[in-house]
């Protein structure tokens, strides 16, 4: 079967794969939910389920549980074919020593063993083959599209069971040309990556061992099918996913109407956060704050996304809207991590060294790589932190000695590089000052990020201390900026509605009790 640049599937029409439109534009961008409060405090945005109903909760059925079930099944596929370039399905892969692998391989090697013996008899016995014959058929045929029609009839008039039956009981049947034919067939409908497969099976001799390795190849080809629908549905898919996910979530909040509260706790504890840091800042020294602070959906909501940078994925549960996005998040913020620390361990080598090593790049190189081999899989719970920057410390005093003595320069003294080696290990310590400062400028850079039109123009500028990591982080972002926008597009209308929730209803009862005669 065909591939993208690969041979025709005969009478197959392919599908251009040329179409990478990007994703369709939602009608609920952000900038709507600045426009203003009335948008918020109509009742035009919403279905009766929302997350802040006051409406008492009701009984979900099982089945309504199982369709959600699927919703979600299918939205999480549709998303991760949209936007992962990559994704593609694999066959599951039994471990050989385990006790299904053991069981499989006893069970089919009984099988392949009788077929032989049937084949072998005197006269042999060809029912088990026929069947087997029968099945390649079935599954040749499923290759094959609509147009396919003359290699259709030639497969189906060759392998017509009866026929062959007929042949069989009068000791005419030609097993050996018939799987010749089947491998010729799949010579024809395979993808080149199969090719050396084909090969393999015309120089089998053994007639068994031909039949068993034409549907070890089958198996192949029908893999090689599946991934190539997904890579031809994707332009599709990106031009729909907003309006299908928008659409399956909200089916899915029909069938289970909690379907929202992790989100609207994660916006609520944002709102929580910008209104004390509003408070605090507006509060004259010795007074009370008068009227509560107005806050800027757009703003609130950014926020609640830079919280995904920080997240523990271990511990804590992600809000319902981003659980497509999950292993994404997880993934980029594990590599955040470790970019933070290699840019703490270089301005703390800039600082303490920098007038040694001003001017030589391929040293700040060196280092850097040094940093990245030492950090890889700090996230995982086994990694020993303290001890992998105590060896960063170590290496980078072995690398700066050594370019010192190769400019005739004296060596860093020993004091010089305990200091360095202390001041690494102290990175992991809480509240360090180094840390803290590193962790505020990619977060600035990160929300510099979500500010931007889009698809943006130009990418905002690289903060100080910033620069050692500008170029991974520059990627990163992007990788950040786009599941964001994404996210945004997908469930505008459902934000829109907690943050209406709220910031602007709990407003209006504000005003109400502040213009309320007191008693």
């Not at 099982?62 to 694999?90: G, P």
């Not at 060759?158 to 040309?177: N, W």
């Not at 933070?340 to 703390?348: F, R």
């Amino acid at each position: 079967m065909p591939l993208n640049g690969e041979k025709q599937c005969v009478g197959e029409d392919q599908p251009s794969d040329t179409d990478s439109s990007r994703f369709s534009e939602s009608t609920a961008s952000l900038s709507d939910y600045e426009c203003s409060r009335q948008s918020f405090t109509s009742n035009s945005s919403s279905k009766s389920n929302s997350p802040a109903s006051t409406s008492p909760p009701r009984v979900v059925t099982f089945d309504e549980v199982m369709a959600a079930a699927r919703n979600l099944s299918n939205m999480t596929l549709a998303h991760e074919i949209a936007v992962n370039e990559n994704f593609q399905l694999k066959q599951d892969a039994i471990p050989e020593n385990s006790l299904a692998g053991r069981m499989k391989h006893i069970v089919h090697q009984a099988f392949w063993d009788v077929l032989e013996s049937e084949l072998s008899a005197e006269p042999p016995e060809y029912e088990h083959a026929i069947k087997l014959f029968e099945e390649i058929r079935e599954i040749l045929l499923s290759f094959l599209t609509p147009g396919g029609n003359r290699l259709r009839n030639q497969i189906c008039d060759v392998l017509d069971t009866d026929l062959i039956r007929q042949q069989a009981e009068h000791s005419v049947v030609d097993i050996q040309g018939l799987a010749s034919y089947v491998i010729s067939t799949m010579g024809k409908l395979c993808a080149p990556v199969r090719d050396d497969d084909i090969r393999e099976l015309k120089a089998t001799g053994n007639i068994v061992e031909v039949l068993r390795q034409i549907f070890h190849v089958l198996d192949l080809m029908r893999m090689d099918m599946v991934n190539f629908t997904i890579r031809s549905l994707r332009p599709h898919l990106q031009r729909q996913l907003v309006d299908y996910e928008r659409t399956k979530f909200q089916e899915i909040l029909e069938e289970t109407p909690s379907a929202l509260d992790q989100t609207t706790e994660w916006i609520k504890e944002s709102v929580n956060e910008e209104l004390l840091s509003l408070s605090e800042a507006d509060l004259p020294p010795g007074g009370e704050g008068g009227s509560k602070p107005s806050l800027s959906p757009t703003l609130v909501l950014n926020n609640s996304y830079l919280k995904l940078l920080q997240w523990d994925y271990q511990k804590k549960e992600l809000p319902e809207t981003l659980m497509t996005d999950g292993a994404r998040l997880q993934e980029l913020t594990e590599k955040l991590n470790q970019l933070k620390m290699i840019a703490c361990v270089s301005l703390i080598t800039s600082n303490m060294v920098g007038a040694v090593t001003e001017g030589l790049p391929e040293l700040a190189d060196r280092l850097k790589r040094i940093s990245a081999v030492l950090l890889e899989g700090m996230h995982k719970k086994t990694f020993n932190l303290k001890e992998a920057l105590n060896s960063i410390g170590i290496q980078t005093c072995v690398e700066v000695n050594k370019t010192l003595k190769e400019r005739d320069l004296s060596p860093l003294n020993a004091e010089v590089q305990a200091s360095l080696i202390g001041q690494f290990s102290s990175i992991e310590e809480e509240d360090n000052p180094i840390w803290s400062l590193i962790d505020k400028r990619i977060q600035q850079y990160m929300k510099s990020l979500l500010c931007l039109p889009t698809p943006p123009k130009s990418l905002p500028p690289i903060p100080g201390g910033l620069a050692v990591i500008q170029q991974e982080l520059e990627v990163l972002g992007s990788q950040y900026a786009n599941i964001v926008n994404l996210n945004k597009q997908v469930y505008g209308p459902f934000y829109a509605n907690i943050l209406r929730k709220l910031l602007f209803i709990e407003e209006a009862m504000g005003k109400t009790e502040a213009s309320s005669p007191p008693n």
